[in-house]
């Protein structure tokens, strides 16, 4: 049997936080719509809301990502004289 290879660690945790967390995302070598989108957010949630959250796009015509896009942006807009 082979003998598996060493399991690598997902990232390192980085040495100065606000430095990382202010530093600004590489983008994306993609063209189009997500390529205008540079950071990932990921959270969890029961599999219940997460089937509300698709209903709720579905019958609205648009997709999940889009749709909490704009949930998002609306709860959270642009700081006066920030960049939208």
């Known amino acids: 049997m082979t003998e598996r290879s060493h399991k690598r660690a997902f990232t390192a945790r980085p040495a100065d936080p606000e430095s990382w967390v ?15 989108f540079t950071a990932r957010l990921t959270i969890d949630v029961t599999p219940d809301l997460r089937g509300q959250i698709k209903i709720a796009a ?3 015509g648009v997709t999940v990502a889009d749709m909490l896009r704009e949930l998002l942006a609306r709860e959270f807009p642009p700081a006066e004289g920030g960049t939208p």
């Open 58 to 60: 579905f019958q609205r």
């Open 22 to 36: 202010k530093a600004p995302d590489p983008r994306s070598a993609r063209g189009g719509d997500a390529a205008n």
